[in-house]
Each structure stands twice: as structure tokens, then as C-alpha cells.
Nanobody, 125 residues
């Protein structure tokens, strides 16, 4: 059974940095498209970034471009979300998600087959 295990959330002051990681355990396929979404209470889940293991193509939301980067270690089946220059608006529960194929860099939550349980990121002003 595929599991996505996230780590690295926490609290930081505005302008600070955090790194989130997501490891896909028992993942049976050679390709993986991993993404991060975030959600705050009362709002829809928002896509943030994605990366495709086949060619390491990355896709980044405009709201975090220039501040967030994503990388992927194929051997470890782990993606890393580096978040710099964090703002209070970045405060949210962050969820890792995965699919077998990128579908041209899909940003739709419905296209992801596996989800982690989430890790909280809190940015104080």
C-alpha cells in the first residue's frame, strides 16, 4: 500500500525558511509526479508546486515563484520543498500528493492518486 510520509513543518518568523520532505513508500512504479498543496480552514486546497521524476520538470504557482523550489531524489522517491522568504500568507496545512504521470503538469487535486496526512506550516509576522 502506497504511503506518502511528510516531514519538516513547523513555525517560523516571516522571512524565514523551511524545508518539507515527502517520501513515497511502497510505490510500485518507475515514474512519479509529486506535488504539494496547501489549505487553510474554510478554503479550498490550493496547488503550490509539482515535479515529475522522469525529467525533473517543475511547475510552480505564481504566488510562490521565486521563493519556493522543489527537487526530487529518484533513488529515495523523496521530494523536497524548499520554502524561503516565508510570509504569514504561507501559513497553511501542506499536503504532499503523488500520481504516476504528470498529465502535462496537472494542478488538479483530482488527478493525484495518493496523499499524505499533511504537515502544518505557521509563519508569524
Amino acid at each position: 500500500q502506497v504511503r506518502l510520509v511528510e516531514s519538516g513543518g513547523g513555525s517560523v518568523q516571516a522571512g524565514g525558511s523551511l524545508t518539507l520532505s515527502c517520501t513515497a513508500s511502497s510505490y510500485p512504479f518507475n515514474t512519479i509526479y509529486m506535488g504539494w498543496f496547501r489549505q487553510t480552514p474554510g478554503k479550498e486546497r490550493e496547488w503550490v508546486v509539482s515535479i515529475y521524476s522522469r525529467d525533473h520538470s517543475t511547475y510552480i504557482a505564481d504566488s510562490v515563484k521565486g521563493r519556493f523550489t522543489i527537487s526530487h531524489d529518484n533513488m529515495k522517491k523523496t521530494s523536497y520543498l524548499q520554502m524561503n522568504s516565508l510570509k504569514p500568507d504561507d501559513t497553511a496545512m501542506y499536503y504532499c500528493a503523488a500520481a504516476r504521470y504528470s498529465l502535462d503538469g496537472t494542478r488538479r487535486a483530482a488527478d493525484f492518486d495518493y496523499w499524505g496526512q499533511g504537515t502544518q506550516v505557521t509563519v508569524s509576522s
